[in-house]
């Protein structure tokens, strides 16, 4: 099963002094609204979205469609296929938003140690 390019969503304290930290690691934004308390980081493939008051825990994200940076995946699996296989399989969703038969959805679940993963597709 192709879940798609991997990054984290890390909860921080402050966006700003974040930022600053990850971009002496050579990080760099590439996305995300500051105003809106959330900024997107590449460097390299590694992505890292660091999220001011959206979450109370950092994500494990995962985005059907897309490879990397920038980079679609054709063809994917939609989310929609990996969430039947996952239900198949017994795991049970914290959050499920599957509102179309393709396109942009998401659903969220705890990994057994109750860490979040996020499936995020955006296509």
Do not use: C
């Amino acid at each position: 099963m192709e879940l798609g390019a991997f990054s984290v969503s890390l909860t921080v304290k402050d966006l700003a002094a974040s930022r600053a930290f990850y971009e002496i690691l050579g990080f760099q934004v590439t996305g995300g609204d500051p105003d809106h308390g959330y900024l997107i980081l590449v460097n390299g493939t590694t992505v890292i979205g660091l999220f001011h008051g959206m979450f109370e825990r950092n994500i494990l994200t995962f985005n059907p469609g897309w490879n990397g940076p920038y980079e679609e995946a054709n063809p994917f699996t939609d989310v929609r296929e990996i969430a039947r296989r996952l239900e198949a399989a017994g795991i049970e969703f914290t959050d499920r938003n599957l509102p179309h038969e393709a396109g942009p959805a998401h659903v969220a679940f705890l990994d057994p140690d109750g860490n979040p993963v996020l499936l995020d597709q955006h296509r």
